[in-house]
T-cell receptor
């Protein structure tokens, strides 16, 4: 068990650019979650996948955000036309199939939009 | 909507002493789970302890234990024999379905 991994760990971009983050869950975990954490706050739910199906998207996820999980393995989170307000830590978590199984978090990707 | 409140932005404890971090939540659901996660500086979030609401017995994990008061919707974390490595942000989290709802965190400082 190598844990949840995320890439890159840090990303600095200019406003208006597109960015993509990757998350690799724990191998036997069917569920994958994305959260956003801003300074001084707890993580906020963005979206989650059961295998390859995206089952819910938070209202926090504007049209500029898209997430995919092809083949139910790794997931990508893309932000188009980044804005300074997108600066945050983007956390990925994974869990087994049952809704209340414990979620295990990755190290996060810290995005800074200049 | 469910909410989680951590009213202590920062706490300090002397090494080897005991500290209690507070968490209250609001929900109308009867089945749910509560968690405490630890987030060390620049490191990933680690599960400290988990409590199922249907269990009356308080969860314990080595030096970590909870005081779960379902009627009061209170879920505090007690850390005994505090160690320097316990210094971190601690987040209380709730889930009734799949998404976690987190509090704003408590920064714990451990003084040598």
């Amino acid at each position: 068990d190598t844990g949840v991994s995320q890439d890159p760990r840090h990303k600095i971009t200019k406003r208006g650019q597109n960015v993509t983050f990757r998350c690799d869950p724990i191998s036997e975990h069917n569920r994958l979650y994305w959260y956003r954490q801003t300074l001084g706050q707890g993580p906020e739910f963005l979206t989650y996948f059961q295998n390859e199906a995206q089952l819910e998207k938070s209202r926090l996820l504007s049209d500029r955000f898209s997430a995919e999980r092809p083949k139910g393995s790794f997931s990508t989170l893309e932000i188009q036309r980044t804005e300074q307000g997108d600066s945050a830590m983007y956390l990925c978590a994974s869990s087994l199939s049952v809704s209340t199984d414990t979620q295990y978090f990755g190290p996060g990707t810290r995005l800074t939009v200049l | 909507a469910q909410t989680v409140t951590q009213s202590q932005p920062e706490m300090s404890v002397q090494e080897a002493e005991t500290v209690t971090l507070s968490c209250t939540y609001d929900t109308s659901e009867s089945d749910y789970y509560l968690f405490w996660y630890k987030q060390p500086p620049s490191r990933q979030m680690i599960l400290v302890i988990r409590q199922e609401a249907y269990k009356q017995q308080n969860a314990t994990e080595n030096r970590f234990s909870v005081n779960f008061q379902k009627a009061a919707k209170s879920f505090s974390l007690k850390i005994s024999d505090s160690q320097l490595g316990d210094a971190a942000m601690y987040f209380c989290a709730y889930t009734g379905t799949y998404k976690y709802i987190f509090g704003t965190g408590t920064r714990l400082k451990v003084l040598a």
